[in-house]
């Protein structure tokens, strides 16, 4: 099913047989996941599979209960406090809501990361955040508070935010959520533009079908805590399996059930008549 | 019965669980205190939303309760034509435990509970993960800052609660109810000690400060991400806060003041 | 500047706390009193001290020259020690002063009340007081009162 390449793709992150449980709940059962560099792959699956969860993994804020979790070559989890924070600098992550910190004007939320990681000088640090909220169209709204943005603009500074350093990777974490359409539109333009032109890794988490296959390169399809299929957005339309073309077409029942289990239904309605 | 036993001790596991995480929540906020030094800005903006805006709150709580002492204290002593020592029976009960208990109260309804709702709000919006995947510590930059504030601002509010409730204890007794004003203030300045009263009010307005700012602080940080996990945070702080605080209020006045 | 404005309003703060806690010390406590009253030590021993307590006042003529520092009991003599530290302003108590203890007003707090001698010797710092009066045990007094009553009494039906 894993289409081949010519020559070897350059593999920026490696997860391999990696199962993770919260309390009881198993919720990734031996994933194994590649992000090619320089290319948008993509996450997929219903709500509640564990998507966000993979990015946590990757990005170490928590730990595999087995399995390898491989970032530009460096074992994650075995990182210690340096290691980690020195390959946090190397990515950047938008969150679904935005999370910019509140209390930070527009221009203040972008040169955080800068202010906190390097010792440029003020007006360096000016020019570095004018150009990239000038990447994203948001230069004129850097004086602005979180509390005056639109949704679509919040996510749009959280992007200039997760560029600041100059990642090698960023992450979003379900970008296109609950977004009017031209937002959608502009976002999707957006990461493939940053993905293009700054030669970055971008890994997409998110459950919207349409938005997402128009600029993946690679989509990975996960269901209860595993690798359904993958490939890139054509060959994974011509996918043999019904759950996938479920999926993918957005139809309310098939093989990922309507109901939930529940007894049977005459006899749940009479059981309500007992005498 | 069984039942009943097995509740209570499922409650008091779980005490001491979430006790234990405030704790270790403390040792990691006080460990990261020392590299405060260059956050300066920071701390100034925390003590300005912790201390300065409590600031007329307690002011005029402190000058009012004050007052009401002066006549109440005045009502009682003139039956034993003791009325001249209204200075110090005013400044007394200020200093030594209206001052820093009221103070602490009123601080974790209006600080705290805004600290609490602050730093939920932050976990709501996933501002501190996101902190946190920038490798910043969210804990010298959010925590710290707050909970130094509060242990700061805790004290020199108290203070001025006390200090403005003897000027409003005196604007009652001596300008009000006609009480030597030299009677009033030379009494007092008698049989206030400064080290007995003076310097174990202080003691006590530090000690409720680390605890009234923890709880607030920790709350926040252990709230679930809703907004009715904020709420129920928020409740918590100022409950907990006000407990906390008259406990430990009792213990403090056993080891200060029992032994007289 | 908005930072400008916040900085000043926690200055401001700073310097009203910390003249609450000046005026606290100054005006409201005994802070003038006590700070001078590590001039010297005397010692003084009494039968009975009543109620007196540590930090109680040290007066002469009324007027406040030290306080009480410590209490202990004399564990060869059963006498009550009582140690004092005065002011180093009031260096020429005779070495014959008395000392009594009193009760201020009728159910007021007990003091050492200290009566100069004529001696032209000085107490120095860990002289001891020769003469002491003990406390006004109420008790007591009642008692002699109720005895001498009944004896008085008594003589004329004799």
Request: glycine share 10%.
């Given at each position: 099913?894993?289409e081949?390449i010519?020559?070897?793709?350059d593999?920026?992150?490696?997860l391999?047989?990696?199962?993770?449980?919260?309390?009881d709940?198993m919720?990734?059962?031996?994933m194994d996941?590649?992000?090619?560099r320089?290319?948008?792959?993509?996450?997929m699956?219903?709500?509640?599979?564990?998507?966000?969860?993979?990015?946590r993994l990757?990005g170490g804020q928590l730990?595999?209960?087995?399995?390898l979790v491989?970032?530009?070559?460096?074992n994650?989890?075995?990182?210690?406090?340096?290691?980690?924070?020195?390959?946090?600098?190397r990515m950047?992550?938008?969150?679904?809501?935005?999370?910019?910190?509140?209390?930070?004007?527009?221009f203040e939320?972008?040169?955080f990361?800068?202010?906190?990681h390097?010792?440029?000088?003020e007006?360096?640090i000016?020019d570095?955040v004018?150009?990239?909220l000038?990447?994203?169209?948001?230069?004129?709204?850097?004086?602005l508070?979180?509390?005056e943005l639109?949704g679509?603009?919040?996510?749009?500074?959280?992007?200039?935010?997760?560029i600041?350093l100059d990642?090698?990777?960023?992450?979003?974490?379900?970008?296109?959520?609950g977004?009017?359409p031209?937002?959608?539109?502009?976002?999707m333009?957006?990461?493939?533009m940053l993905n293009?032109?700054?030669?970055l890794?971008?890994?997409?988490?998110s459950?919207d079908?349409?938005?997402?296959?128009?600029?993946?390169?690679?989509m990975?399809?996960?269901?209860?805590?595993?690798?359904?299929?993958?490939?890139d957005?054509?060959?994974?339309?011509?996918s043999?399996?019904?759950?996938?073309?479920?999926?993918?077409?957005?139809?309310?029942?098939g093989p990922a059930?309507?109901?939930?289990?529940?007894p049977?239904?005459?006899?749940?309605?009479?059981?309500?008549?007992?005498? | 019965?069984?039942e009943?036993?097995?509740?209570?001790?499922?409650?008091?596991?779980l005490?001491?669980?979430?006790?234990?995480r405030?704790?270790?929540?403390?040792?990691?906020?006080?460990a990261?205190?020392?590299?405060?030094v260059?956050?300066f800005r920071?701390c100034?903006?925390?003590?300005?939303?912790?201390?300065?805006?409590?600031?007329?709150?307690i002011?005029?709580?402190?000058?009012t309760?004050g007052?009401?002492?002066?006549l109440?204290?005045?009502?009682?002593?003139?039956?034993?034509g003791?009325?001249?020592?209204l200075?110090q029976?005013?400044?007394?009960?200020?200093?030594r435990?209206l001052?820093?208990?009221?103070?602490?109260?009123?601080?974790?309804?209006?600080?705290?509970?805004?600290?609490?709702?602050?730093?939920g709000l932050?976990?709501?919006?996933?501002?501190?993960?996101a902190m946190?995947?920038?490798?910043?510590d969210?804990?010298?930059?959010?925590f710290?800052?707050?909970f130094?504030?509060?242990?700061?601002s805790?004290?020199?509010?108290?203070?001025?609660?006390?200090?403005?409730?003897?000027?409003?204890?005196?604007?009652i007794?001596?300008?009000?109810?006609g009480?030597?004003s030299g009677?009033?203030?030379?009494?007092?300045?008698?049989k206030?000690?400064?080290?007995?009263?003076?310097?174990?009010?202080?003691?006590k307005?530090v000690?409720?400060?680390?605890?009234?700012?923890?709880?607030?602080?920790?709350e926040?940080?252990?709230?679930s991400?809703?907004?009715?996990?904020?709420?129920r945070?928020?409740?918590r702080?100022v409950?907990?806060?006000?407990f906390?605080?008259?406990?430990?209020?009792?213990v403090?006045?056993?080891?200060m003041f029992?032994g007289? | 500047?908005?930072?400008r404005k916040i900085e000043?309003a926690v200055?401001?703060?700073?310097?009203f706390g910390l003249?609450?806690l000046?005026m606290l010390?100054v005006?409201?406590?005994n802070?003038?009193?006590?700070s001078?009253?590590?001039?010297?030590?005397i010692k003084?021993?009494?039968?009975?001290?009543?109620?007196?307590?540590?930090?109680?006042?040290v007066?002469?003529g009324?007027v406040?020259?030290?306080?009480?520092a410590?209490?202990t009991?004399?564990?060869?003599?059963?006498?009550?020690v009582?140690v004092?530290?005065?002011s180093?302003k009031?260096?020429?108590?005779?070495k014959?002063?008395?000392?009594?203890i009193?009760?201020a007003?009728?159910?007021g707090?007990?003091?050492v009340?200290?009566?100069?001698g004529?001696?032209t010797a000085?107490?120095?710092?860990?002289?001891?007081?020769?003469?002491?009066?003990?406390?006004f045990?109420?008790?007591?007094?009642?008692g002699?009162?109720?005895?001498?009553k009944?004896?008085?009494?008594k003589?004329?039906?004799?």
């Amino acid at each position: 099913m894993s289409e081949e390449i010519l020559e070897t793709p350059d593999v920026l992150v490696r997860l391999r047989g990696v199962t993770f449980k919260r309390g009881d709940r198993m919720i990734l059962d031996g994933m194994d996941i590649d992000i090619v560099r320089g290319k948008i792959t993509t996450i997929m699956g219903p709500s509640g599979t564990g998507k966000t969860t993979v990015l946590r993994l990757i990005g170490g804020q928590l730990n595999p209960d087995a399995g390898l979790v491989e970032v530009d070559g460096q074992n994650v989890p075995k990182l210690d406090r340096r290691g980690l924070f020195a390959l946090r600098k190397r990515m950047g992550m938008m969150f679904q809501s935005g999370a910019l910190f509140s209390d930070l004007s527009v221009f203040e939320n972008v040169a955080f990361p800068l202010r906190e990681h390097t010792k440029l000088p003020e007006n360096m640090i000016r020019d570095l955040v004018l150009m990239k909220l000038e990447a994203v169209g948001l230069r004129g709204a850097r004086a602005l508070m979180p509390s005056e943005l639109s949704g679509g603009m919040a996510r749009r500074v959280a992007m200039a935010r997760a560029i600041a350093l100059d990642p090698m990777m960023i992450m979003y974490d379900e970008p296109f959520t609950g977004q009017d359409p031209i937002t959608v539109g502009v976002i999707m333009k957006l990461i493939r533009m940053l993905n293009d032109n700054l030669g970055l890794t971008s890994v997409i988490v998110s459950h919207d079908v349409q938005e997402v296959a128009a600029i993946s390169d690679y989509m990975y399809l996960i269901s209860d805590g595993k690798v359904v299929d993958h490939g890139d957005p054509d060959v994974l339309g011509r996918s043999a399996s019904p759950w996938v073309q479920q999926f993918l077409s957005g139809l309310a029942d098939g093989p990922a059930g309507f109901h939930f289990p529940a007894p049977d239904y005459a006899e749940d309605l009479l059981a309500g008549t007992a005498n | 019965m069984l039942e009943w036993l097995r509740r209570i001790g499922a409650r008091a596991l779980l005490f001491f669980e979430r006790l234990g995480r405030a704790l270790l929540f403390l040792l990691r906020v006080v460990a990261v205190l020392p590299q405060l030094v260059g956050e300066f800005r920071l701390c100034i903006t925390q003590i300005y939303s912790v201390g300065v805006l409590s600031m007329q709150l307690i002011a005029i709580s402190g000058l009012t309760v004050g007052m009401v002492l002066g006549l109440q204290g005045y009502n009682t002593l003139v039956d034993f034509g003791a009325e001249q020592s209204l200075g110090q029976a005013v400044a007394l009960s200020l200093v030594r435990e209206l001052g820093p208990v009221l103070t602490a109260l009123l601080f974790a309804g209006r600080a705290g509970s805004a600290l609490t709702a602050e730093i939920g709000l932050m976990r709501v919006t996933e501002q501190l993960p996101a902190m946190e995947m920038m490798a910043v510590d969210p804990f010298r930059r959010v925590f710290a800052p707050r909970f130094l504030a509060g242990v700061v601002s805790m004290p020199l509010l108290a203070a001025m609660f006390s200090a403005l409730g003897i000027i409003g204890g005196s604007m009652i007794g001596v300008g009000l109810l006609g009480i030597d004003s030299g009677a009033f203030w030379s009494q007092m300045q008698a049989k206030v000690d400064i080290y007995d009263d003076i310097l174990n009010g202080v003691i006590k307005s530090v000690v409720f400060g680390v605890v009234a700012t923890w709880i607030a602080v920790f709350e926040g940080f252990d709230a679930s991400p809703t907004t009715e996990g904020v709420s129920r945070a928020t409740t918590r702080t100022v409950v907990h806060t006000a407990f906390a605080v008259l406990g430990l209020d009792f213990v403090l006045t056993a080891l200060m003041f029992g032994g007289l | 500047m908005q930072k400008r404005k916040i900085e000043i309003a926690v200055g401001v703060f700073v310097v009203f706390g910390l003249a609450a806690l000046v005026m606290l010390a100054v005006k409201v406590s005994n802070l003038a009193a006590v700070s001078e009253e590590n001039g010297y030590v005397i010692k003084a021993r009494f039968s009975n001290i009543g109620g007196l307590k540590v930090r109680a006042p040290v007066l002469v003529g009324g007027v406040r020259i030290g306080k009480v520092a410590d209490v202990t009991l004399d564990s060869q003599t059963y006498e009550a020690v009582v140690v004092m530290d005065v002011s180093s302003k009031y260096k020429n108590l005779p070495k014959d002063t008395s000392a009594s203890i009193f009760t201020a007003g009728l159910l007021g707090e007990q003091y050492v009340g200290l009566d100069p001698g004529g001696d032209t010797a000085f107490l120095k710092n860990g002289d001891e007081i020769k003469l002491t009066q003990a406390a006004f045990v109420m008790e007591q007094v009642l008692g002699q009162f109720l005895f001498s009553k009944a004896s008085g009494d008594k003589a004329p039906n004799e």
